[in-house]
């Protein structure tokens, strides 16, 4: 329960201008207050009394409140929360394309500031996709002029196209993070709501629907590509980052840098696909990268996508099969095959066993010992 003498700031925006606002509980003491700060206005629109944006008004607020009330300012600082990556930032793609006369393109300050944040080179793409759809929508208008009600207004449009909850989350986040993150009001957007979050359980093969890909790939890369992201439980972007020096064939084990979470962690390495690899290695002779394209530059995602289609389709698997759902079956497998599901957590690299546990509600020795009650 929050302290009802706290006074939590938010980053505002009125009539143009950026201010600080100030919430808290109904407080008389607080009331008093508050009225005795610099150019202090009521925002019948926020609910809350706010001042404008300035150093000198925010040591006011530290100051007068010292000892009378606790500032609390999670919504009101940046935090970085992205990825510290070593992959080379690439906006290439963003140059070279081609684009309509009257198409509104997302501000250069837009991509510069997701490159100093490290932003990974899939999460840029998606953010100006997202945020250049966005701006479109509302050609007309300027940017910097839209408000909270134009974005709720572009939300229910994309509610309207059926958009996934996925996207509209990425919409958001796009969004918020050009006028939060480079106009650099943290959290101005606090309000926006999001889609609620839908518990889908994963996609899991069978060992025969994975043996059967990998059979039925003739390309050695390829099924080189379909071994590790099931037999180590990679994901893509992770396969993709594998270097040469990763595979530590004396010990068994694939060592992953920079994963989720910015972690490095090692997974298994199996037997069988070591010999495919071996013989993978001296066919295509890669440089850098365990995976290279033909003139030596990393894999695509794109590729590896296509690659894992193209196998489950000749394996005769009527369902649409992504990498990321052989990295659940490998999770399934293991749990179904008795491994504690606290080994499988540091396979995964995820945090907390509360991820992993969303195999238990797929793995088939969790229904083996109820008799169906049609077979009683």
């Known amino acids: 329960m929050r302290n009802p003498n706290t006074i939590t700031l938010k980053h505002l925006l009125i009539n143009n201008k950026p201010q600080i606002g100030l919430k808290f509980y109904t407080n008389k003491s607080i009331q008093i207050i508050v009225k005795e700060l610099t150019d202090v206005n009521w925002s019948t629109e ?3 009394y706010h001042v404008p ?3 000198s ?4 607020i530290f100051s007068i409140f010292k000892d009378i009330a ?3 300012t999670r919504y009101f600082f940046d935090k970085n929360r992205s990825k510290a990556l070593n992959e080379t930032f690439d906006d290439s793609w963003f140059h070279k394309r081609k684009r309509g006369t009257n198409f509104k393109s997302c501000p250069s300050s837009y991509l510069q500031k997701l490159e100093l944040k490290k932003y990974a080179n899939n999460t840029v793409k998606t953010y100006v996709s997202c945020f250049e759809d966005f701006i479109n929508y509302y050609h007309e208008a300027s940017i910097d002029s839209l408000n909270e009600n134009d974005i709720r207004a572009y939300l229910l449009h994309l509610i309207k196209l059926n958009r996934s909850d996925s996207y509209i989350n990425q919409a958001i986040n796009s969004i918020k993070f050009y006028y939060e993150t480079v106009l650099g009001f943290p959290n101005r957007f606090y309000s926006i ?3 609620r979050k839908s518990k889908k359980l994963p996609v899991v093969l069978s060992k025969q629907d994975i043996q059967s890909m990998i059979e039925n790939t003739i390309n050695l890369k390829h099924k080189c590509i379909i071994s590790l992201l099931y037999s180590a439980g990679l994901r893509r972007s992770e396969l993709l980052n594998l270097e040469l020096t990763d595979i530590d064939s004396n010990r068994m084990l694939i060592r992953v840098r920079d994963a989720k979470g910015n972690k490095d962690r090692y997974t298994l390495l ?5 010999i495919d690899l071996r013989l993978y290695y001296k066919q295509y002779k890669p440089k850098t990268y365990l995976f290279e394209g033909q003139t030596k530059e990393q894999y695509s995602p794109n590729s590896v996508g296509v690659v894992v289609s193209n196998a489950a389709k000749k394996a005769g698997i009527k369902i649409p099969v992504s990498a990321h759902i052989l990295r659940h079956s490998f999770a399934t497998h293991l749990l179904e095959s008795g491994i504690d599901i606290r ?3 540091m396979l995964l690299g995820h945090n907390s066993t509360k991820t992993t546990e969303i195999y238990t509600h797929v793995a088939k020795n969790s229904f083996d010992f109820i008799k169906n009650p049609l077979d009683l």
């Open 70 to 72: 606790w500032i609390d």
């Open 57 to 60: 008004n925010l040591d006011e």
């Open 46 to 48: 926020f609910t809350m």
């Open 53 to 55: 944006n300035t150093k």
């Open 270 to 274: 199996s037997e069988k696909a070591l």
């Open 343 to 345: 080994y499988i957590q």
């Open 193 to 195: 709501e999001r889609p």
